[in-house]
């Protein structure tokens, strides 16, 4: 008669180490999960990223336009201030002469006249005050005393506002270099997230940013409405850079930001604009926001703070400078946000 034995059951010893042994495994291929490489963003999400990363870069460089345009202001202003200040240290040293010499002559014939002795007083405010009320003075001596006492507070003043602009001038340049490298980051954000494409995706997104924004289609001014005085003049200039390469910082003639574009063309018409977006939103008349009331050469000033601006050519587009590898080319007018017309 066969036996029948009940299977020998695992030792508590075994469960534990089975049991550990599976836990350890979990861990691992959590932990290798974890390490494992990030999902490639999608196209759609890399031309989000992209899109965004364009707008910063043209809000820091316009940024920089300012500052670079303030500092050009400041050290002019140095300048200037450094001319007046040498000019009224030479003429406050030809006064102390004149009066030295008198105080030399008084004293080889016997003494220094009391109000001569104001130029060596420790508080020659209030001896020429007192001078002044004892008629002790004559004139001529109280005049160039007088002439004397207020180039002196001017040389102090001007140097005050000397050592104010330079401090200032100071800030300006560590804004510009902090901005700058704020700039170069964020073009060089968005090259690496289209180098992780394919260059098939990589035209993919580069040819939906030209088809969402006018196309490359050079638009010739014979195809617009007419426009005359110097805002034709600045139409045709502008239509004239198509093709032309974005260059944050650049005002032509081969290279443009937005702004830069706006500030080229318009000058070829004689016109002088200030060198910002942000400036150039409250030049001329506001028309408004409405693209119905846009004459060619018309400034459209986009986005809440002002960052972009296309010059307006009829049709309902504008040309401009669209951002970093891209070139001048044409768009519909109201493709961005539109936060004021103005007419120059």
């Keep these: 008669m066969a036996s029948h034995r009940r299977p020998k059951q695992p030792s508590r010893a075994r469960v534990s180490v089975l049991t550990a042994a599976a836990a350890t495994a979990v861990a691992l291929s959590a932990q290798a999960s974890a390490h494992a490489a990030p999902a490639k963003p999608s196209v759609d999400?890399?031309?989000?990223?992209?899109?965004?990363?364009?707008?910063?870069?043209?809000?820091?460089?316009?940024?920089?336009?300012?500052?670079?345009?303030?500092?050009?202001?400041?050290?002019?202003?140095?300048?200037?201030?450094?001319?007046?200040?040498?000019?009224?240290?030479?003429?406050?040293?030809?006064?102390?002469?004149?009066?030295?010499?008198?105080?030399?002559?008084?004293?080889?014939?016997?003494?220094?006249?009391?109000?001569?002795?104001?130029?060596?007083?420790?508080?020659?405010?209030?001896?020429?005050?007192?001078?002044?009320?004892?008629?002790?003075?004559?004139?001529?001596?109280a005049d160039t005393l007088k002439s004397l006492r207020n180039q002196q507070r001017q040389l102090d003043q001007q140097k005050q506002e000397a050592a104010a602009i330079l401090a200032e001038l100071e800030q300006t340049n560590q804004t510009l270099s902090d901005t700058k490298a704020d700039v170069q980051k964020k073009l060089a954000d968005a090259q690496r997230l289209l180098n992780s494409l394919t260059a098939s995706q990589r035209a993919q997104v580069l040819g939906n940013d030209r088809a969402s924004r006018g196309g490359d289609r050079v638009v010739s001014v014979n195809d617009l409405p007419p426009a005359s005085g110097y805002a034709g003049v600045a139409v045709r200039a502008a239509l004239s850079k198509q093709g032309y390469m974005y260059e944050w910082g650049a005002t032509g003639p081969s290279t443009f930001d937005c702004s830069g574009l706006m500030l080229w063309a318009y000058a070829q018409a004689g016109v002088s604009l200030p060198r910002t977006s942000q400036e150039q939103a409250t030049v001329g008349v506001n028309v408004g926001t409405n693209i119905a009331n846009a004459q060619p050469g018309d400034l459209i000033i986009y986005y809440s703070d002002a960052h972009h601006v296309g010059m307006y050519i009829g049709n309902g587009m504008v040309v401009h400078a669209p951002h970093s590898g891209a070139p001048v080319r044409t768009m519909a007018a109201d493709t961005l946000p539109i936060k004021t017309i103005r007419r120059v």
Aim: glycine share 6%; proline share 2%.
């Design 45 to 141: 999400e890399v031309k989000v990223q992209v899109d965004q990363l364009q707008q910063e870069q043209e809000q820091a460089a316009e940024k920089y336009n300012g500052a670079k345009e303030r500092g050009e202001q400041l050290k002019k202003q140095a300048a200037d201030l450094q001319d007046q200040i040498a000019r009224t240290q030479a003429h406050l040293t030809e006064v102390a002469a004149g009066l030295s010499a008198v105080a030399a002559d008084e004293y080889r014939t016997g003494g220094i006249d009391p109000t001569v002795a104001l130029m060596l007083s420790s508080n020659p405010d209030g001896y020429l005050d007192k001078a002044s009320s004892n008629q002790q003075a004559t004139d001529t001596q």
